[in-house]
DNA sequence: CTGTCTTTTGATACTTACTCTCATTTCATG
DNA sequence: CATGAAATGAGAGTAAGTATCAAAAGACAG
């Protein structure tokens, strides 16, 4: 066979990814993000600059990894068929968050303080929301039998998409604290006024 | 009195930011977003490149002016307060859309085809929905006579606010075509599905 | 119109993100 | 061990963005 799943090269390839990683956030969160430059990143996680730049292609990517939609996504379409699609999101969301490590939750606290922190993260972290939308839509397309770019679909997975997009920070609503597990229970609240029609109306 | 609304220093200034704007939309088109130059465009506005980045901070800025949101918090303002938020919200997206010359519509589908083209420049795009997002629910705030970051009020303008990110381009929904009056139309059905109540619950 | 003050501009030099190319090293496999 | 493929490092080059300072142009009093 050729090179078992974790061959020798994959792992230090694996390795030295999170090297970068690990050590731009040191440096980061140590000295702000515009005034830690690529080389000293590369200088600290021992690799050449020209390394840098193949396994990320620009500085802000190694912070903008977002693992989460597609886990999400699974989770919602192993939600049985009889639940309504704002609900199946909201439960999928709730098994993930409840799911998540308490260091994972330590880590996605210190990137979203960089998101909002620095507005060229944010613009590309608000960028990454227009995907999961079209990931959330396609779900819902397929809970619901319609296409993804039906309209009735595109509104609904917009206004879920907006919703989360509303009530998490990047520091909008809490006035500087970042992510803590409160703002999830407000994200799920939320979900459920949706879900139960619109306020106000 | 210092200086009349319009003094010459003033005028001078429009007339330069303008010359800029100009001259970089016709260069990008001509050429491409990144393969154009501050320089290039410096040269063509008959500017320094120094002056450039006085009046737009980013190479980006020059495209990214949206001077629509204000217009339309006011125009949602304007409606009657027996109407209830969402479709206070579409009303007043209708008579501004409405009311938009031939011309204007003309570049903003120029600006729209640069925004679906360049992911850099759509990032940036879609950081301004966040802005966009604050500022309806501080108008839907106001009409329910609620504060701006009440959760109902934050749900119902990111709702709003996502359907907008659902339904128009950037590169979204329409596979190429930037722009067209057909998004708008959907645009506005869009928000009347969301105001009847979501739809397949 | 003249001199003076203030704002705007241009020239220059510098930092840093990012790209491209090529030689060298490191792993995979027969 | 030999051979091919993939990953790395080194170096040069482009262009965006910043800081500084001197020259040019508008504003205004006399």
Redesign the interface.
């Known amino acids: 066979m050729t090179a078992s799943p974790t061959s020798l090269r994959e792992r230090k390839k694996a390795k030295t990814r999170a090297a970068i990683r690990e050590h731009a956030m040191r440096l980061f969160e140590e000295q702000g993000y515009a005034s830690t430059t690529v080389d000293q990143i590369a200088e600290a996680a021992e690799v050449s600059p020209s390394t840098f730049f193949r396994y990320f292609p620009a500085k802000e990517d190694v912070i903008l990894v977002d693992d989460y939609d597609p886990v999400i996504a699974a989770a919602v379409r192993a939600q049985p068929a009889e639940v ?4 199946a999101v909201r439960r999928a969301m709730r098994e993930v968050f409840a799911g998540l490590t308490p260091e994972i939750w330590e880590s996605e606290r210190r990137r979203q303080k960089l998101f909002a922190e620095v ?1 060229e993260l ?3 972290a ?2 990454q ?2 995907d999961a ?2 990931l959330i ?1 396609e779900v819902l397309g397929e809970r ?1 039998g ?1 296409p993804a ?1 039906d ?17 998490l920070p ?1 520091g ?2 809490t006035g500087e604290s970042a992510l803590d597990a409160a703002d999830f229970d ?1 994200l799920l ?2 979900l459920d ?3 139960r ?5």
């Open positions: 309504p699609p704002i609900e507005p944010r613009a590309r608000m960028h929301l227009g939308l079209d839509a619901c319609l770019d309209l009735r679909i595109r509104t609904l997975g917009g206004a879920v998409t907006g919703v989360v997009m509303a009530v990047p909008r609503m407000r609240e939320a006024l949706l879900q029609g619109l306020p106000l109306t």
